[in-house]
């Protein structure tokens, strides 16, 4: 089995994801075999990975951080990265994901009770992951703190208990309370827990470091625990795709720019990094347009993004009044694009006659596309490699969906997939709707759309971004903390 250390957080959006990622790229880059782990996520952004040993057409899904965890490690994704993964359909429910498969649904409640019986499939993928790895690097979720779950644990402590993992605890001291959230941490885990940590770090620190030498001083004195580091804050990290909403706040306005994007952030918004190739772009500025808030008259283009509860999101996309935003969106001949659950919302119908859903079964869509929606049990998951309909250019993405969609605009289709027509186009061309996420991932083709709006020089390789921003994080964290220290501690 290979060695392993994990990060856990003194609360979420801590910045776990992103060191976990630049701690692989390090071991990475030191000729390690290395692979990323979270034993349970949280997250509509999600990926779609193999399953080993299984020859069948298709994949599962993972969290798209344990995806880009895993080009940060230099390997393919696998489910094992990830073992479980809810999806939030409701303010209390959510879908759970089992080594990348549907597994049910379950409220919050009821989810707890559940864990118990997924420690086993967590404990199988450990295994599969380790066996041909150096170092497992595992991140967290939430916090270990919140000792009211500990019990049915899976995600933290009960994890590292059980794996025999150590762990490095991680700190944001951009939010303030850093020292009390650490000291607070040491103070209420039990013993057990306590011992599993075997040091702390610092995350996203702005200034002049010595200024927080009294600080560490003071964690020590509380703690016992040695520090590893204090990590700026990552400028490179914004150039990473993000996995939870949370950070969408911080998105929601952009640079002015040659070219709008306008998105509006639905309340279960789903795969929402499918814009990230667009942002890249130096003449598009992408804007996330937040409940309450009016679509801007001035963007060129809408993007309904991707949604995990269709027919509740489409409500309140109504109740926002953004419809009329974007039938004037429309009227003033601006362009829409609609990624899986928008597709879907472009259309006059969306059914969802055995309520999978929720309890509302049929509402009238945008009505932009002449194209209907019945959602059906069978979820499509795979990786697909297509080709652009209006461009002729290669497309690479993936699909992550329930429902079937039909209608004289398919008829326009949008990209051919694996032989077959996807998505609509309306007849003047300017809406667009396809079931492929991932479609600005594609530099050709998003830069010949880029062109078509008036927008020229775009394409950048997005991809060599990415892993730019990769070695950038890297050669920062090595900068700043003693990662040989680190790996040192994996057992």
């Keep these: 089995m290979a060695r392993a250390i994990m990060l856990q957080g003194t609360g979420s959006d801590v910045g ?72 939030p359909q409701t303010d209390v429910g959510a879908q759970i994901i089992v080594q990348g498969k549907v597994f049910g649904e379950a409220r919050a409640r009821d989810y707890q009770a559940l864990k118990g019986r997924l420690m086993d499939a967590v404990l199988d993928s450990w295994a599969k992951v380790g066996e041909d790895a150096d170092l497992v690097i595992v991140e967290g979720a939430g916090s270990p703190a919140e000792i009211n779950l500990r019990s049915r644990d899976i995600a933290n402590m009960g994890f590292a ?3 025999n993992v150590p762990v490095v605890l991680v700190g944001d001291i951009d939010r303030g309370g850093v020292i009390a959230s650490v000291a607070g941490t040491h103070l209420i885990l039990p013993e057990e827990d306590r011992r599993m940590i075997v040091g702390y770090l610092i995350n996203k620190f702005r200034g ?4 927080f030498d009294d600080g560490l001083k003071a964690i020590e004195k509380f703690t016992g625990w040695r520090c590893f580091g204090v990590v700026p804050w990552l400028k ?25 994007v ?18 890249a772009e130096p003449q598009v500025e992408v804007v996330f347009v937040p409940p309450g808030t009016p679509l801007p008259a001035d963007a060129g283009l809408v993007v309904i993004p991707g949604s995990k509860s269709t027919i509740g999101d489409l409500l309140k996309f109504r109740e926002n ?10 009227r003033r001949g601006g362009h829409i694009v609609g990624i899986c659950g928008g597709f879907q919302m472009l259309g006059r119908l969306v059914r969802d006659p055995d309520g999978i859903e929720g309890s509302v079964t049929e509402t009238e869509g945008l009505g932009l ?75 050709g083709f ?28 890297a050669a920062e964290l090595e900068g700043h903390l003693d990662c040989d220290a680190i790996f040192a501690m994996a057992r």
């Design 236 to 260: 490179a990290a914004a150039r990473l795709p993000s996995e939870d909403s949370v950070v969408l706040e911080r998105l929601a306005s952009g640079e002015a720019r040659a070219l709008k």
């Design 161 to 163: 208990t059980r794996a």
């Design 16 to 87: 776990k994801t992103v060191l976990v990622a630049g701690l692989c790229r390090v071991a990475k880059k030191r000729g390690l075999k290395v692979r990323p782990f979270k034993p349970q996520n949280m997250s509509n952004n999600a990926a779609v990975a193999d399953i080993p040993g299984d020859n069948r057409r298709g994949g599962g899904e993972i969290g798209r951080a344990q995806w880009l965890q895993a080009i940060a490690c230099g390997v393919a994704p696998s489910v094992h990265m990830n073992p479980v993964l809810l999806k």
């Design 446 to 473: 998003r830069g010949k759309f880029l062109e078509s709006l008036g927008i020229s020089g775009g394409g950048i390789d997005y991809r060599a971004e990415v892993e730019r921003a990769l070695d950038e994080v």
């Design 262 to 279: 306008a998105v509006p952030m639905l309340g279960r918004i789903a795969n929402f990094d499918d814009l990230d190739p667009l942002k």
């Design 208 to 211: 002049d470091v010595s200024l």
């Design 369 to 443: 596309l002449d194209v209907e929606t019945v959602m059906e049990p069978e979820k499509t998951v795979r990786n697909v490699s297509a080709r652009s309909v209006p461009f002729d250019l290669p497309l690479e993405g993936y699909e992550i969906h329930l429902g079937r969609t039909t209608g004289p605009d398919t008829m326009r289709p949008s990209a051919i997939i694996n032989g077959a027509e996807d998505g609509a186009i309306s007849a003047d061309g300017k809406v667009i709707g396809t079931y492929m996420h991932g479609l600005f991932g594609a530099d």
């Design 321 to 330: 009044s953004w419809d009329r935003d974007l039938l004037a969106h429309r």
